[in-house]
């Protein structure tokens, strides 16, 4: 249940329904948003308290719904749809593509990396600067410096960038250089950053965790938005499964199930699903048929030299090819 109070309301009316909602020991958590208070009820509500909230004067609506995420849940919105620096509308019924680099590598990498990315027609730049490695001793990004690199070949391109963040001691930074924080899928349930990021103006790419229920990423979700930021994308990247010819499995389900279940923008990764340069283009299609709303691409000007993730980089030649097939996949579809 989440309870909409009246919009601007005064401190003293708020504190009264707070004393008022305690004393019906009505347990709440409440979200900030524009100038409007989102309370988010904690446990069961019954009929009677239900009336007594509902005819309260400080009280606009209140939503119901049976799902454990109650803000990410298609019964507190239809849609969510936002917009990057450059214009690009997420969300919306235009394919939003994004594609770089897995890691930026030095200047010139990503500055032909971006002009190429824009060529093909994406509209989004992305490229690590810190980076999750399951080693100590693989190459950990370029961090600050990095950031840099990506967010000038960015802006010489038009393309909005978007980079990892993997600790909260970072997010100061990495807010000044990117218009979409990612959060990769080792800290999916990472939860005190993803509190964090709900307390950001950017939006945020949460990534599915690799063992994660579609429920635990909606859950995951739920953190931030409940910090009052709206702009959240989820993204399926795969999942580990017995099979070991790919790196992980493209759970392609994913895509319908949490379209129906939430209004939140879902974006497919079929790089890392796949973890194979060649099945990246086919499963990108595949993703556009199920209704994704853009995709997360690895590609690299000299993929086989890709300092990090170069089994799955794709070139640049076809990341043109890919985006035209899928852009023939969307209208297709329905969609652009
Ligand atoms: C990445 O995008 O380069 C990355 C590390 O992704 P994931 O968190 O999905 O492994
Ligand atoms: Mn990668």
Known sequence: MIIITKPKLELSVQNKFRTFLADKKIDVVSVERKEQIH??????????????????????????????YKLASKAFRQVTKFKLPNGTLIG??????????????????????????????????????????????????????????????????????????LDIRDIELIEKYTDIFQIGTRNMQNYPLLRELGKSKKPVLLKRGMWATYKELLLAAEYILLGGNDNVMLCERGIRTHVAETRFTLDLNAVPYLKHETHLPVIVDPSHGTGRANLVRVMSRAAIAAGADGLL????IDPRRSISDSDQAISLQELKKLVGEAKRIAKAVDRM
Do not use: W
């Open 92 to 165: 919306n019924k235009k394919i939003v593509f994004m594609a770089g680099p897995c890691s930026v590598e030095n200047r010139s990498q990503i500055e032909e990396i971006a002009k190429q990315v824009k060529d093909a027609g994406c509209q989004v730049l992305r490229g690590g600067a810190y980076k999750p490695r399951t080693g100590p001793y693989d190459f950990q990004g370029l961090g600050k410096i990095g950031l840099k690199f990506l967010r000038d070949a960015g802006d010489t391109y038009n393309l909005s960038v978007i980079t990892e963040v």
């Open 297 to 300: 691409l690895e590609a690299h």
């Open 39 to 68: 309370l988010v009820v904690v446990g069961r509500f019954g009929e009677l308290a239900k009336r007594d909230v509902e005819t309260h004067p400080a009280v606009e609506k209140i939503i119901e719904t049976d799902r454990p």
